[in-house]
């Protein structure tokens, strides 16, 4: 080989050296990007549970809030009339919670809106003229509804 040959030789590998471990730091940088969004995305999300109890009165809401849309379960068991449990979905507009709740009732499913009003760590649940529209029912004017009903959801631990 000559004196030209070995150089063009030595240059290539080195080019494919360099080549190798860049693409491995890239692969390093993305994976260490891809679970650092993964952390970022769980900061984001929390399970919380709130609770009503009187008596044998119960209404139990659980909610996990990814960057600002609101999902989770509401579950209305007053004593000597019918439970109602299904799943929530909606969004936090400043100290408001108004999410959609679905459940099913003698095997029909309905969908009723749904308004909690955020006091300190708590919600309070708000009640208001409602129309149906679309087989959903909905508050007529959400801005009239009101939150001093006696219905305080206190903030507590997440048993099942």
Do not use: P
């Amino acid at each position: 080989m000559g004196e030209k040959s070995i150089f063009t030789y030595m240059t290539l590998k080195i080019l494919i050296l360099a080549g190798v471990i860049s693409f491995i730091v890239s692969c390093n940088s993305q994976r260490q990007k891809s679970k650092e969004d993964m952390q970022s995305t769980n900061k984001t999300s929390s399970l919380n549970c709130y609770r009503y109890i009187n008596k044998l009165d119960t209404v139990i809401l659980k909610t996990t809030d990814v960057n600002g849309v609101v999902t989770g379960t509401l579950v209305y068991n007053f004593f000597q009339e019918n439970k109602y449990s299904g799943t929530i979905q909606g969004v936090m507009k400043g100290d408001l919670l108004i999410a959609d709740f679905t459940f099913f009732f003698t095997g029909v499913k309905s969908v009723r809106q749904v308004a909690f009003k955020r006091k300190g760590k708590n919600f309070i649940e708000g009640y208001g003229e409602t129309e149906v529209k679309n087989e959903r029912t909905a508050f007529k004017n959400i801005d009239s509804v009101k939150f001093a009903h006696s219905i305080v959801l206190l903030k507590g631990d997440c048993e099942n």
